[in-house]
């Protein structure tokens, strides 16, 4: 009797750690897929950091083989990334102006600090939200696209096709598009702080009667130089990262089209974590 019970609690436990696991299988299963993750990262690290290097390689070339071809991209990137873009940046920065004087209004005067509403206009509009709003708005619609493009391409082997009939890849998908791209950011960036500070204007005739020399006399007395070079610069670098992060997820899918969407998704995420950690270390070096 005592052996058929001892056989029978030994199958449960032998059921239990099936099913459950060891603390022991437990563990080993964290460091396997830890491990497995942080190879992965180092592997997808360096080939972006290679597939960097060749862009700025390609880019300094001289060589005029596809020039037109893109020249035509280059205009089609612009057309779509910043012209097409153009109602919906007017739309969120003037609901973000608005916003930012509505909030300005109610706050500031509780502390005698009204005259400080241009000054926050300028830190929170031109210098942040601006250029990161902007950043936002150029990866959902055109970073997304990119990447759905190139690894479409992929799969259908265009790209194939293109290296066979010599034409090389990077300088005629990647590089016009990484201008395009750009351009637009910052031409967006502009677009969008002024219609900002439209649409913190109007919100601020409607409540203060403010007359539009003052409002904007005040906002120009709170800006500097620095201001603007700060904006243009994030602008101008959150143009590239985005370029060149969704153009390398796109060039990253292999076979199947199912990878496309992952990769899309990868291009989103890693472009808005790239973009804070930017805006980050561009604010940090600021203000040391």
């Given amino acids: 009797m005592r052996g058929t019970v001892s056989s029978c609690n030994l199958l449960k436990i032998n059921h239990i750690l099936l099913t459950e696991g060891h603390p022991a299988q437990g563990m080993g299963n964290f460091f396997f897929k830890s491990g497995s993750w942080f190879l992965g ?28 071809a893109g020249l035509s991209i280059l205009f089609k990137q612009v057309l779509f990334t910043g012209v097409d873009a153009l109602p919906l940046t007017a739309m969120v920065s003037l609901a973000i102006g608005g916003i930012a004087i509505i909030q300005s209004l109610t706050f500031l005067p509780r502390f005698g600090a009204e005259s400080f509403i241009g000054k926050l206009l300028v830190t929170v509009i031109i210098r942040e939200l601006g250029p990161i709003l902007t950043g936002f708005i150029v990866i959902g619609r055109s970073g997304t696209a990119i990447t759905t493009e ?14 066979a009939m010599g034409v090389d890849p990077i300088r005629y998908i990647v590089i016009p598009r990484i201008f395009g791209v750009t351009f637009s950011l910052v031409s967006l960036n502009i ?3 002024i ?9 601020s005739k409607l409540v203060l009667v403010t007359s ?14 620095s201001d603007v070079v700060i904006s243009l610069s994030k602008g101008f670098i959150f143009g590239v990262l985005i370029s060149l992060l969704c153009t390398f ?19 989103v995420v890693y472009a808005i974590a790239a973009v804070f950690l930017a805006d980050g270390i561009i604010t940090f070096i600021y203000y040391i």
Avoid: W
């Fill in 249 to 267: 997820q796109g060039f990253s899918v292999k076979l199947s089209s199912t990878e496309v969407p992952q990769m899309t998704t990868k291009a």
């Fill in 41 to 68: 990262f180092v592997d997808e690290f360096t080939s972006l950091c290679a597939y960097n290097i060749r862009v700025l390689k390609i880019l300094f070339e001289r060589k005029t083989g596809t020039s037109r």
């Fill in 191 to 193: 677009y969008f702080t």
């Fill in 212 to 225: 539009f020399t003052v409002y904007f006399q005040q906002v120009l007395e709170s800006m500097v130089l």
């Fill in 150 to 163: 190139i690894g479409n391409m992929v799969v259908s082997h265009e790209i194939e096709a293109l290296e």
């Fill in 195 to 203: 219609f900002a500070l439209i649409g913190g204007f109007l919100v």
